[in-house]
């Protein structure tokens, strides 16, 4: 008889809801023919554990499967993907994926993370190949030409940073990846690194033979485990393949639980061993980086997406996107929401059709109140804003951030008041100090924002206007985007929901 | 008779004002005896680890996942075996939210207080795994040392809001029900 195969994800989304357990109860009650794959996940959150059998035509899914589950799906033949209430479909059938434009995730959900066969079986490995027979500077010239910005938040031509690193002249350079995605409501790094971390490995490699680096680290989260293990694990066989080795060495550092971290100059006193305290710039780290040396930082996505400019070519990537936003952005659905999961789609796409159309809306059922887009430092947009298309220009002409791509959703019983107090505490408590603004700013700002909800209506606007000063003075006196963006969500609150601040909207006060 | 090749001055007492300085500031500092058997532990990790660039942050993870903690007698050897000062790896250990000094409870439950997961009530199961626990509003170890409950900003599982993580296995999708089954499950087997 023929080899059945089933996939059941190991990604740390699916065995929050207890994979690990459906996978074991398949193993134990499936006929001896069926191979368990343990793939990454497809990014439809809301379905997981997501369940997929291999047929005649194609994959089909079910889903959410929970252990209890599998005597009826297997009694009702899901191994030959018959008929059950938890089907799904035909999984690259369904319109939520069949939409997207998958050019990083392509994938992700698709084969097995650790499978350097199955990874070059389905185009892996081409862009390194591609790389491998250009000069240095025509691999700069492709990333530079694919309009490539870095995914991380500040959203800088990698091209530009490549080239610096690649000019300078040095005994040791380095590439340094930064996997600290600290952002609530983010964890396209996290699905990528779990679901295909030797695309971020061929991605660093690229990098390495583009600048004359010869060493990298990817600094990772400590709330990411399972993702730490599994780029281990991919660094191994990239060793043993061929793609690492003594012409670029990979190591995976494990952070330990800050969120400044994640900024360029603080991760990098991290990795030399230091507390995380930001430095100034200059000097670039293109320059003086890693223990001094030219260094390229980038983010996951941002390495994830190379390797397919090279292998498909800068102008089909450029071909993506809008205005200076090109190519794809993994955005990730979450908070509150019916389906969330991750959407990658060309940059240009609005929040109303990703927090509706693949949403699906609240999974409260109520009427959504806002959407935090772009972390923790990120602007809370109200529905005014959600036809924007999603372009960094657009966005930061109206105060916001696409940053990560993260997309926090609130319901109508969301206190806006209280989440801005909250942007400040969490600034506060994650302050690396160095600059007053932040480290006293925000500790302040927690204190005006309880004085403001305790005041007496008349007093209200005076301490209004204290917060806006505060917040003035954190924008352009901080060393970095942690105190230099706080204020971000807390305007955006204070400008869009005045009422929960207690104090009427300024065209209604005025009327 | 003493050997007459060990020169003897070097056995005494003349301290350089630097070793002086080192030698008070040591003074009522935890330091780990001599015969303790974690420093046997601490130089294997030290040789394994100490050598590369900027080890100090692998090396403290590794004395974590040893002892549970990075026990205040152990700093001033670490130190030593990197040749830094005592205050500079105090310093990087109280800095990280992911070091302890002391050893958590027998169960470390992280539950998620960061946006996504509080747009799905996360701080409801918060305050109420605190009351249920008898702990205070910040969290903390049980008086039987069996649970430690912390606040963790983002799992990256935001999509299965509100989220948690117990012993290193993430958990989503919570309610009231499947957290107290999970504070349940640590305190019995604990
Ligand atoms: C407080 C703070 C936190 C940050 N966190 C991250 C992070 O978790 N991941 C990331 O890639 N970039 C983060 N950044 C941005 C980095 O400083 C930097 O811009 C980025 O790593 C550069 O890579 P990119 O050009 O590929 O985006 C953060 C910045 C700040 C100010
Ligand atoms: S803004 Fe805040 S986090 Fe950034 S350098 Fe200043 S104190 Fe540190
Ligand atoms: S915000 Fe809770 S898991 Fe991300």
Known sequence: MNRIRVFVPRDSAALAVGADEVAARIAALAPAEVEIVRNGSRGMLWLEPLVEVETPLGRVAYGPVAPGDVPSLIEAGFLQGDEHPLLVGITDRLPWLKSQERLTFARVGITDPLSLADYEAHGGLAGWRQAQSLPPAAIVQQVLDSGLRGRGGAAFPAGIKWQTVAAAQAPQKYVVCNADEGDSGTYADRMLMEGDPFLLIEGMAIAGLATGATRGYVYVRSEYPHAIATLREAVASARGAGLLGPHFELEVRKAAGSYVCGEETAMLESLEGRRGIVRAKPPLPALQGLFGQPTVINNVLTFAAVPTVLAKGPLAYRDFGMGRSRGTLPFQLAGNVRRGGLVEKAFGVTLRELMFDYGGGTASGRPLKAAQVGGPLGAYLPESQWDLPLDYEAYAAVGAVVGHGGIVMHDDRADMARLARYAMEFCAIESCGKCTPCRIGSTRGVEVVDRIAAADPQLRPQQVKLLRDLCDTMLHGSLCAMGGMTPYPVLSALNHYPEDFGIAAPGRAAA | MRDPSTPRQQEVLLATPSELRDRIRQLGK???????????????????????????????????????????????????????????????????????????????????????????????????????????????????????????????LCAQSPAAMLDGHPHARLDTGRMSSLVARSVEAA
């Not at chain 2, 590369?52 to 002892?67: K, M, N, R, S, T």
């Open chain 2, 30 to 156: 935890p330091a780990a005896r001599a015969d303790d058997p974690r420093l046997a532990q601490v130089h294997a990790i030290l040789s394994e680890l100490g050598a590369q660039p900027g080890p100090l942050l692998p090396v403290l993870h590794a004395v974590q996942d040893a002892f549970g903690c990075i026990p205040p007698e152990l700093v001033g050897p670490i130190a030593e075996g990197l040749n830094l000062s005592r205050a500079e790896v105090h310093g990087v250990i109280t800095y990280y939210h992911h070091f302890r000094s002391e050893p958590a409870g027998r169960h470390v439950l992280e539950v998620c207080r960061a946006e996504s997961c509080q747009a799905m009530g996360s701080e409801a199961l918060w305050h109420e795994a605190c009351a249920g626990l008898g702990l205070p509003a910040g969290g903390g170890t049980t008086v039987d040392g069996a649970l430690t409950l912390e606040p963790v900003y983002c799992l990256g």
